[in-house]
């Protein structure tokens, strides 16, 4: 019984600090596709698109890219 009231105390507290923002995990989500789809225009090569790099140039991804590693 107490395990289940702490884990309901959490979820309470989480949606309190985000409340007022219903969407958080959608915008968050839309941040990363807009950023993922710019790196994409600029074929990887900026600094912040890094971390995208060892998840291209393979077939499952369909995007190859020349990073002159």
């Known amino acids: 019984m107490i395990l289940v009231a702490a884990s ?6 989480v949606a309190l600090a985000i409340g007022s923002n219903v969407l958080f995990g959608d915008n968050i989500q839309r941040e990363n596709t807009a950023h ?8 990887f090569k900026t600094k912040d698109c890094e971390k995208y790099w060892d998840r291209i140039n393979n077939e499952v991804s369909g ?7």
Do not use: M
């Open 36 to 43: 993922f789809k710019e790196c994409k225009a600029n074929d």
């Open 63 to 69: 995007i190859y890219v020349d990073l002159g590693k």
């Open 8 to 13: 309901l105390t959490a979820i309470a507290l």
